[in-house]
């Protein structure tokens, strides 16, 4: 509109030449899809020319299409702040903590299935997997609108990139987990190893809720330092291995396979966790930024 108003009142909005310059304008404004600023810039002039055939009032035309277009830009100024505040960035937060709690809630399932038996889990692991999937498509979807943003990115797109594929493979081990308990490898024979292997388990997904609400809460939740829990899963893999019916029956033979398949998963769950600690770190103060940044 900055350039029709000059374009009216610099030719004097004789007639002759408005219709000189129609066909013009018409092809210029289908020149969108090559150029998206010459597309638009040539709609905007094209509608004064219009109003000015049909309706000739010099340059008023284009004060009206310039009143209407700051209004509009007004309003859709003030519903942005209202309902998006902070950009894709203060979305991807809540959308990134939202995918880690239900993977959380998947993973506590899963591991508790395959170390307990408990078969009866068989509906909640389903409905929690359908959840998290959810999250992790919408998670996806708000990064791409992230990528998209021209704003200050801060930290960097590599660090939002890792907590979302970070995200994901939360789903990847519980699927693995899930079929190693479809396939008949229930850990829950094996006894004492299985209730060490379900004790890390269970420190894993705390883990990861703190992990969630510090990216939606945008401050560290970590009383005590990252405990490694490399030893406990590996003694108790070998405790599950040594035990003396593993040879001779199929049945113990599959919940040692279980037992030590699910550790090694938790080994990597816990290694991931304790790196996702300093990118999560760096989220801290996005989260702090007030909403008008």
Sequence with gaps: MLIAVPFVGATGAP????????????????YTAVNFVV????????????FNILVPMDWQIGLVRVENVGLGLAVSVVVGLLLWPRGAQGQLSSALADLYDAGASLLSLSFRRVLTDASELADAVASARDIARTRAIQAQEVFELFLNERTRQQPGVEVW??????????????DVIDWLFEHGHSAAESGTPASTVGRVATNAIGNLLRLADEIRGGHSLRVAGAHDSTAELRSAALASLSQPDVATSPAALRSAIGLVSSADWLGQLD?????????VG????????????
């Design 282 to 293: 760096e989220t801290f103060p996005a989260n702090a930024t007030h909403w008008w940044r």
């Design 39 to 50: 597309g638009q810039i040539a709609f905007s002039v094209l509608v004064v020319v219009l």
């Design 161 to 174: 990139a890792m907590l979302l594929s970070s995200g994901k493979s939360l789903l990847l081990i519980s």
């Design 15 to 30: 007639p002759w030449v408005f219709w000189i310059v129609l066909p013009l304008l018409v092809f210029l404004n289908e």
């Design 271 to 279: 290694s991931l966790l304790q790196d996702l600690d300093e990118p």
